[in-house]
């Protein structure tokens, strides 16, 4: 039981560049969540995802893109990076009360 | 709208002292609350939950939390503090539309610095 995983673990993109980061759960969530981790800001929800073809929007969605094709699987696109989305990417799955977070991604933008 | 506020961005105990960790929360409706602890480059990891059943709720590593409503918050509590507990504290509030959580808003972290 791996839990949720995330993929990859760091990555330096360029300005404009694009990619997808990949979040996996083995634990048949419903709920799928994509936050940022900045200095000094705590966490800040970015998109989620209530059930297997559904997306919201949270807090800081813009420059961001989300699918959830498969249950166990959420991902989150970034078309044009910019270097305000250097961060640490958290992926995290629930059901009912509690989220069960992932490793994380350190993302950099030149 | 929901929010949650950590006093002291940063708190220093010395070992075998009581760790106390201020959380203050706002919520329209009856608040989910929780402590998460990160160890240096790592992930999140639940320490403890409230969930409208007992106000005082325990919690992994020794932790404990008292939700007291008049006052609107949740600290975290240890007796005696530990060279392992070094780490960031996040206190988070939840909100819900159906079957889970909508997503959790967090407090802007505790360091929490172990003195030897």
Known sequence: NAGVTQTPKFR???TGQSMTLLCAQDMNHEYMYWYRQDPG????LIHYSVGEGTTAKGEVP???????LKKQNFLLGLESAAPSQTSVYFCASGSGDTQYFGPGTRLTVL | AQSVTQLG?????????????????????????FWYVQYPNQGLQLLLKYTSAATLVKG????????KKSETSFHLTKPSAHMSDAAEYFCAVASYSGGGADGLTFGKGTHLIIQP
């Open chain 2, 9 to 33: 961005s940063h708190v220093s105990v010395s070992e075998g002292a009581l760790v106390l960790l201020r959380c203050n929360y706002s919520s329209s409706v009856p608040p989910y609350l």
């Open chain 2, 60 to 67: 992994i590593n020794g932790f404990e939390a008292e939700f």
């Open chain 1, 62 to 68: 813009d420059g961001y893109n989300v699918s959830r």
């Open chain 1, 12 to 14: 330096v993109l360029k």
């Open chain 1, 41 to 44: 800001m705590g966490l800040r």
